[in-house]
């Protein structure tokens, strides 16, 4: 039976060496920033939550634990460069399942070149892995709280893809593009970066759209008009959710910007310049809250996104 330092081992094997003063092995990791502010944020997936080990590969696992944090980095511009991972093991937990996760946190990691500084490991009752995640700002972040009246409101790639991947899921469907969504999200790393050059605020979508776009509305003190017809969305979701239906689905990790109307033409042509998928959704108003209209004018009843202590099971 495999023990604590087995695990560790293992585990690290198919991370680099960090290079930092002092990295895995020490009671903490010392860090040597190059530029100017440091971002960090931490998040956490957890078994029967935010997956299933009968939906999700160790792989998927682990890919999604590093993903989630990193699109928090995206959303602030920041530039990914270190993070720190707890896991919780249940007894018996294969090795083979270690070594699957850690491949799928390490692939994305050497994509988006954040190193691993330290850890730790636990034994739990279920699977759970908690990340700590550290970027550098080059610019002043993006909040959440700098959306101005008048500014424009975009939102990137496209909706509800996630949403409709886990209910394939459920179903006992189990490929798919919407699957690969659910299971693999991907950052908008280099995005949040171009963004920062552009845009007056902006967060990652990662409680459905509905949700997110109230916390922008509360922390810059702006109301916004959404327009349904313009949300991106695939046509297997306009399909099976509809567009409104795209507005609750959580777990998309697009970012959601505004960008001040001075700047609007030339951060679509930077986006269209670096192959960056972004939608124009809607405007900011002086007011609170928002609301989205159909092509009618009609103003929708606003859905609920997601919520961890109001829905049972993930999103």
Not at 283 to 298: H, I, K
Request: hydrophobic content about 45%.
């Amino acid at each position: 039976m495999p023990g604590e330092f087995d695990f560790i081992r293992r585990f690290l094997s198919h991370f680099p060496k960090a290079r930092v003063p002092v990295g895995p092995g020490d009671d903490c990791a010392v860090l040597a920033p190059q530029r100017g502010a440091l971002c960090v944020t931490t998040d956490a997936v957890v078994e029967d939550v935010h997956f299933t080990r009968a939906a999700f590969s160790p792989a998927d696992i682990g890919h999604k634990a590093l993903a989630v944090n990193l699109s928090d980095l995206a959303s602030m511009g920041a530039t990914p460069r270190w993070f720190v991972c707890a896991l919780a093991l249940p007894k018996g937990f294969p090795l083979r399942d270690l070594t699957g996760l850690a491949r799928g946190m390490a692939a994305l990691a050497r994509e988006h070149r954040i190193a691993l500084v330290g850890g730790n490991f636990t034994s739990a009752r279920e699977l759970s892995v908690t990340i700590t995640a550290a970027g550098e700002l080059s610019r002043p972040a993006l909040t959440r709280g700098g959306a101005r009246p008048g500014d424009l409101l975009y939102v990137s790639g496209t909706l509800g893809d996630a949403r409709l991947g886990l209910q394939h899921l459920l179903a006992g469907v189990k490929r798919g593009a919407a699957v690969r969504r659910q299971r693999r999200p991907e950052p908008r790393v280099a995005l949040g970066r171009l963004a920062s050059r552009f845009a007056s605020a902006a967060l990652d979508v990662s409680d459905g759209l509905a949700q997110d776009l109230g916390h922008l509305c509360t922390a810059s003190r702006v109301h916004v008009t959404l327009e349904l017809e313009r949300l991106p969305v695939t046509a297997a979701v306009r399909s099976a959710l509809g567009a409104e239906g795209a507005l609750a689905g959580g777990e998309d990790y697009e970012l959601l910007m505004s960008v001040p109307p001075a700047r609007s033409r030339a951060f679509e042509r930077a986006c269209a310049r670096a192959g960056q998928a972004v939608t124009r959704i809607g405007l900011v108003s002086e007011g609170s809250g928002w609301v989205c209209r159909d092509m009618t004018g009609r103003v929708l009843p606003p859905p609920r996104g997601f919520d961890h202590f109001r829905t049972p099971t993930s999103n």
